[in-house]
């Protein structure tokens, strides 16, 4: 059973067209973080979500996590293909020794 | 500032053989946490380590594998008589306190022949 559920698992759009990623779990999570990862290298920190409800922008990408902090939400504006690449979503519980645990992401492509 | 660092990126090892893998943290950094990413599966959570005191290991496999964080030098994840099953990705994080962010090395590449 996987804890973190990622959908879609893989997404191929358009450049310039606008996408969102979803991140959902039955478990509550103190702190949520999105990563991408590109191949052969290791995922690199995008945001950490820690509020309900809270919503955080970086340029093109907004970031939302669910009120009752089970879910997030990646949404992409204008996709460009410098965005293409393998989107997770960790989450860290309380009294969890600081691990992280993975959904098994999403794959992007975004075509010119 | 540098980052973390992996070596080697990638490891070839035969059957029965022992693997290595080396993981140096960010400059400031005292806590070390391994994973393994399988293909077509999420990362797994392996081990948490402390500067010679090991955290968390409730992730590590009972047999063949151990973990280390010497109070000089990088930590290292030792896999005694790799298997097939053993081939993954291995990535190593660091934070600088419990809890703070993790930043993640470029992985080393295990293939089990």
């Known amino acids: 059973t996987q804890l973190l559920e990622q959908s879609p698992q893989f997404l191929s759009i358009q450049e310039g067209e606008n996408l969102t990623v979803y991140c959902n779990s039955s478990s509550v999570f103190s702190s949520l973080q999105w990563y991408r990862q590109e191949p052969g290298e290791g995922p690199v920190l995008l945001v950490t979500?820690?509020?309900?409800?809270e919503v955080k922008k970086l340029k093109r990408l907004t970031f939302q996590f669910g009120d009752a902090r089970k879910d997030s939400s990646l949404h992409i504006t204008a996709a460009q293909p410098g965005d293409t690449g393998l989107y997770l979503c960790a989450g860290e519980k309380a009294g969890s020794n600081y691990k992280l645990t993975f959904g098994k992401g999403t794959l992007l492509t975004v075509n010119p | 500032n540098a980052g973390v660092m992996q070596n080697p990126r990638h490891l070839v090892r035969r059957r029965g053989q022992e693997a290595r893998l080396r993981c140096s943290p960010m400059k400031g950094h005292s806590h070390v946490y391994w994973y393994r990413q399988l293909p077509e599966e999420g990362l797994k959570f392996m081990v948490y380590l402390q500067k010679e005191n090991i955290i968390d290991e409730s992730g590590m496999p009972k047999e063949r594998f151990s973990a280390e964080f010497p109070k000089e030098g990088p930590s290292i994840l030792r896999i005694q008589q790799v298997v097939r099953g053993d081939s993954a990705a291995y990535f190593c994080a660091s934070s600088r306190t419990a809890g703070d962010t993790q930043y993640f090395g470029p992985g080393t590449r295990l293939t089990v022949l």
């Open positions: 979500v820690v509020t309900g409800g």
